[in-house]
């Protein structure tokens, strides 16, 4: 793996679960794989989970990190070529990412969708340019079109936590106030479809998802049949991709509530955080004990840690 950047980079799903199953079991003990190197963590965006479950990862491989904002903290970069740089943009990305790849051996950057320009986005201008400049290994913390290290963790939930061989999960639509990014639910449709799971998409009309990432689930507008015998509920909400970025739809009649988790097979209930309560779901459902948030965004630190022990191995093989 010379990249992190989406499911491809990871080679088998299976042996990626089972090296993540055995670094579960003893997360700190006393790896030393990672002493001696570092990694810079770099946000353009805002973060939670992802800012603190990848110091975590790196800490308990005895990695050196460090985490900048460079959104708000660093120079506002420029990442077109050949511009003339008299605008508001006082550093370019060869030099900026060139710079920060001779500091760290490792990089890992967020850098949401601006949900402009769908074919800008869709380029991936932010991690493509990291690739192609530092020099080092860039992973991906949530770029324009995914969000791995989340999906990641959320099939090793599913894998702690289902009770068939082969579940039937559900990824649903549901409504928030503001234009979200297709990240999450890209990414979560690209690794289901590479597991061992039966995957329905469910949204209302005007709200599919790029086909390639939808691959070969199913799509069903109407979210009570969809809904029907499911074993994991998966909330998110995204805005139109075919109405690049915009809202078109904000009925609360898609809130994941008590009587909608009745028509399931006993589901649980996920969601990558963070959650609007009350918007995506109803405070009853995301407060039962079928509800799974706090389990996906501790595995964060085992999906990163997974991530980051296979590139050290590769790294040290070099
Ligand atoms: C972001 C998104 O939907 O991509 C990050 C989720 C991990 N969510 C929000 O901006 C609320
Ligand atoms: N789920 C997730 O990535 O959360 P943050 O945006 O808080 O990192």
Known sequence: MNHFFDVDDIGSVELALARARSIKAHPRKGYTEGDRTSIGLLFFNPSLRTRLSSQRAAQNLRMDVVVIDVGSESWKLEFSDGTIMNGASAEHIKEAA?????????????????????????????????????????????????????????????????????????????????????????????WMNRASVDLIITHPEGYELDPKFVGSAQVQTNQSLAFEGADFIYAKNWSSYQDYGQVLYQDSSWMINQEKMELTNQAYFMHCLPVRRNMIVSDQVIDSPNSLVIQQAANRVISMQTVLSMLLEQKSSE
């Open 98 to 190: 060139g710079v920060m790849g001779a500091y760290f051996d490792f990089l890992a950057i967020r850098a949401f969708a601006s949900l402009e320009d769908r074919d800008l986005d869709y380029a991936e201008p932010v991690l493509t340019a990291f690739m192609k400049y530092a020099g080092v290994p860039i992973i991906n913390m949530e770029s324009s079109t995914g969000h791995p290290l989340q999906a990641f963790a959320d099939l090793i939930t599913i894998n702690e936590f289902k009770k068939t061989e082969r579940p039937k999960v559900v990824l649903s639509w549901a409504p928030h106030p503001r234009a979200l990014p297709h990240a999450v639910a890209n990414s979560f449709a690209q």
